[in-house]
């Protein structure tokens, strides 16, 4: 019932993007028909152009998880970005410095950018629930941090650069690859993986007790606390997942598909996550749906700039006015929410 | 104004056959109530009766399934609260909706007037607020931040609210459930003159002494049913509470004497707190309950008591002093260490502590026990069935109304809520209870029911630390009686040997005598 209804909200709020979309275009001058025939058929004419939907919708899905675990306990996570670019380069880093045998090593790579992923979690949850810095604010500077950081790293003249002109590491062991799904696309297990993520965040937040306690924390601190629930402890531990969960997300990417930490592996994967978080309505099953529509709409998007029926421009103010449709309501919901925080905030400290 | 131009204005409002119906429940079932100019009128009715739903249909909250609302004669449909408070309907909610941080004068046009133009009069909003609470006895200070206002002051501003914003039709759902009695009736004093300025009011309550004091008419409901409207020229609260019950209801707590052997169960001693703005509340209060024991603290709400509770509880921390259960220090132990050594507090604010509102009864049953078996399967599962059968248990034995134990706490009624809580708590065998307003909000069979529980308790040998405002509770179930006033313990009495107007005196901070 209720799902049903949601995904009516959902389907109308993409028509309704997709028409003012359709306005802009025609307004701009370009082909009504032409520009959207090549977004469906970007995303959906073949096997190799779905698989390109599916590959796009893979660390989509692990940053909405990552934004929306913290969410569930009642934080921003808005540093998802920053945590894939950290999670990728350790990964790579695992990759193509330890010589592992074949299984074994592609683990290791996936916990250690994990791992680190979830060090840029902790900081910002333990900076929120012990000294109360507003983690909206340290998120985002983290990220900013691990991005520059990282594309130093592998620029020419930092220390991990291994490419030619480009900046990049050099290629990972073949050991630490995560195999294709399909040969002939850049498809990878990550998609699987993330699939099982989304499954086990669910069992997580809705069948375990630390799970109901960290949605109780986000529902109302004052009666966690009450109920027993260690607050401080519960909005670090969602920190950290979201960090891991992001960082997961940048390994699988770089193990999977670039083999080797490149800067520009992102086009905003992490912010997309934020859209994806809010779209599934914090819930990780809507999660998978959330991702594959915008996944979906970074592939079509790809198919039109390739045949060239609009320039780029006009495709990223496409993809913005769905998006911005489908989050919109969700939207005005959270500023009121984080109004409302601030609010009891400024309360407690004075 | 006077009879004859009140009765020109005649008919404020008229409901016909309102129904409202919720997933699982019909909260309404076709009912109609008319409300004049210069008229209180009661609204009454057992716990989920839908006395709150019916008039969150005529403010606008919840749009009616079927029916017509007409106002003086009109039909009208009022979608929002924005479009009740344009026709003049204002309402003063279960729990107070005032901005804490702000001060009086900005609670009063906030979302209102900054909704009509960029520039605020404050001088002229001011005078307003002045000219209000002149007339109809509502002293408040514009210029003092909500957060530092009393319970009955903030309750004066919810009024002036409502009233500046040009209100004609008041609802007042359940006004006095927070209120000392002592101030019961300068509030009364308030509606009177309301009511001779030709307003017509929904009055809400659960004490039928006060429908009869001072509405003119009232209605009781019965399961989403109207039973009737009798004027209070001719009714008794026998009468009444018979409509509402559709039984005979005979009020009789039973209180057998098993003397306590004097083993002390809790013992604060010297303990000091803060409050939320770091102003010292509770000092130096020392205290202790011992086995089949009650020991009551009375007090006006405000006085240190939610922050002497959380104090104690693991809630807050102490500045200063200590706090031993069963002989063991415990100060400053987490709720979940305090819960686990046997103390259970049942708090005073249901929805900031009490309950996840967003959460179903089922998950709210097992709050504080989420970490245990069967509920949890070590930390790696929750076995919904355990806890959806256990808070059917619970809402059996402790008659909830609820459709299901999946239906989300928000949907309960106040009253509902508060069994929840309740339900909860006592069904941990505490060894000591702190119970903080355990019965506001409750219907007469509720506290009936809440009273026999806690004297059960004490009968198996629980210690119980009783915070109430409600006198009569106090009298009848405290062994002991302390009163709690700016801070600090005042007097210690028995309830046999001390009459209420003393106790009453204390609570305002008259003077201590000497005993
Ligand atoms: N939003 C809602 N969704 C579902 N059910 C609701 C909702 N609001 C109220 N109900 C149900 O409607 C019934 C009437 O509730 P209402 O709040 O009007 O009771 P009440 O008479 O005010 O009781 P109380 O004295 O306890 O405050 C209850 O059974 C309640 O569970
Ligand atoms: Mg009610």
Redesign the interface.
């Known amino acids: 019932m209720r799902l049903l209804r949601e995904l009516g909200i959902i389907g109308l709020s993409v028509s309704l993007g997709l028409g003012v979309g359709a306005i802009i275009t025609a307004a701009t001058g370009h082909s009504v028909p032409a520009v959207f025939r090549e977004l469906a058929l970007g995303a959906f004419s073949d096997v190799y152009r779905f698989a390109n939907t599916l590959m796009r919708a893979t660390p989509i899905l692990f940053t909405s998880l990552s934004f929306l675990i913290a969410f569930r306990a009642g934080l921003f996570n808005i540093g998802a970005e920053g945590q894939l670019f950290i999670g990728g380069f350790f990964a790579a880093w695992a990759g193509f410095t330890f010589s592992l045998p074949p299984v074994l090593h592609l683990v290791v790579c996936l916990l250690f950018g994990a791992a680190v992923g979830g060090l840029w979690g902790f900081i910002p949850g333990w900076l929120r629930a012990r000294r109360g810095a507003n983690e909206f604010v340290t998120t985002m500077m983290l990220s900013y941090v691990a991005i520059l950081l990282t594309q130093w790293f592998v620029s020419p003249g930092g220390p991990f650069h291994g490419g030619r002109m480009a900046a990049r590491t050099v290629r990972i062991e073949s050991t630490a690859e995560l195999p294709r799904l399909l040969a002939g696309t850049q498809l990878s297990w990550g998609l699987l993986i993330a699939f099982i993520v989304a499954l086990l965040v669910w069992y997580f937040l809705f069948r375990t007790p630390r799970g109901y306690e960290l949605r109780a924390v986000g529902q109302r601190e004052t009666a966690a606390e009450y109920g027993g629930v260690n607050v401080a402890r519960t909005q670090i531990l969602a920190m950290v997942l979201a960090g891991v969960l992001a960082g997961l997300g940048g390994a699988a990417e770089i193990l999977g598909i670039h083999r080797g930490f490149t800067v520009g592996f992102s086009p905003g994967y992490g912010w997309d996550g934020i859209a994806g978080g809010l779209i599934a309505r914090a819930h990780p099953i809507g999660a998978v749906f959330a991702a594959l529509l915008m996944g979906a709409l970074r592939a079509g998007g790809a198919g039109v700039d390739r045949a060239g029926v609009a320039p780029r421009d006009l495709v990223e103010v496409l993809q913005g006015l769905v998006i911005l449709f489908v989050v919109a309501p969700e939207l005005f919901r959270l500023v009121g929410r984080w109004r409302l925080r601030r609010r009891a905030h400024g309360r407690a400290q004075s | 104004m006077n009879e004859r131009e009140r009765s020109v204005r005649g008919e404020a409002v008229r409901m016909e056959g309102i129904v409202k119906r919720f997933p699982g429940v019909t909260a309404n079932a076709g009912i109609d109530l008319s409300l004049n100019y210069g008229e209180v009128h009661g609204l009454l009715g057992e716990n989920g009766a839908g006395k709150t739903v019916l008039m969150s249909v005529l403010y606008g909250l919840y749009r009616p399934s079927e029916g017509q609302i007409y106002l003086e004669g009109n039909p009208v449909s009022i979608d929002s609260p924005a479009v009740a408070i344009r026709a003049g309907i204002g309402m003063v909610h279960q729990h107070f909706m005032l901005?804490?941080?702000l001060t009086v004068a900005d609670n009063m046009v906030v979302g209102w007037e900054t909704s009509r133009g960029p520039f605020l009069d404050r001088k002229r909003i001011r005078k307003r607020i002045k000219e209000l609470s002149e007339q109809y006895g509502l002293e408040v200070d514009p210029d003092s931040a909500v957060?530092e206002l009393s319970v009955g002051e903030q309750q004066r501003v919810e009024i002036l609210k409502a009233l500046y914003r040009g209100a004609e039709v008041l609802i007042l759902d359940e006004p006095t459930a927070t209120l000392p009695e002592q101030e019961v009736e300068a509030f009364f004093t308030t509606i009177r003159a309301m009511r001779d300025e030709g307003k017509a009011m929904v009055f809400i309550t659960h004490k039928l002494r006060e429908a009869l004091t001072i509405c003119d008419r009232v209605t009781v409901l019965r399961k989403g049913e109207k039973v009737g409207t009798v004027p209070t020229t001719d009714a008794t609260e026998a009468q009444l509470a018979e409509m509402m019950v559709g039984r005979e209801v005979v009020f009789e707590v039973q209180r057998d004497r098993v003397a306590s052997e004097g083993r002390p169960l809790l013992q604060v001693e010297g303990l000091s707190a803060v409050d939320?703005?770091n102003v010292p509340a509770v000092e130096g209060v020392d205290l202790t309950v011992h086995d089949h024991e009650i020991l009551g603290v009375a007090g006006v709400q405000g006085n240190g008591q939610t922050e002497l509770v959380e104090a104690i509880c693991g809630?807050r921390s102490a500045v200063q002093g200590h706090v031993m259960l069963n002989g063991e220090a415990v100060t400053g132990s987490?709720?979940?260490k305090m819960?686990e050594a046997g103390l259970v507090?049942i708090?005073e604010d249901r929805h900031?502590?009490?309950?996840?509102?967003?959460?179903s009864v089922a998950?709210n049953a097992i709050?504080?026990r989420?970490?245990e078996a069967p509920?949890?399967i070590g930390?790696?599962?929750?076995s919904?069935r355990a806890i959806a059968g256990y808070a059917r248990e619970l809402v059996e034995r402790f008659s909830v109304v609820v459709p299901g134990v999946r239906t989300p706490a928000r949907a309960l009624s106040g009253g509902n809520q508060q069994r929840v809580i309740l339900a909860r708590e006592l069904d941990r065998k505490p060894k000591v209870i702190v119970a903080a307003q355990p019965t506001r909000g409750l219907d007469v069979a509720g506290i009936e029911f809440v009273w026999e529980q806690l004297l059960a308790m004490r009968r198996e040998g629980a210690g119980i630390l009783l915070v109430s405002m409600d006198l009569d509770e106090l009298m009848t179930l405290a062994d002991r009686l302390v009163v709690m006033y700016q801070g600090k313990l005042v007097g210690e009495h028995r309830p046999g040997e001390t009459d209420k107007q003393q106790i009453g005196l204390l609570m305002l901070g008259g003077a201590v005598e000497t005993s």
């Not at chain 2, 900031?352 to 959460?359: E, K, M, S, T, W």
């Not at chain 2, 930390?379 to 929750?382: I, P, S, T």
């Open positions: 901005v804490p941080r957060e939320d703005r809630l987490s709720p979940r819960a507090h708090p900031r502590r009490g309950l996840v509102l967003n959460f998950e709050l504080g989420q970490y509920f949890a930390h790696v599962g929750q919904k």
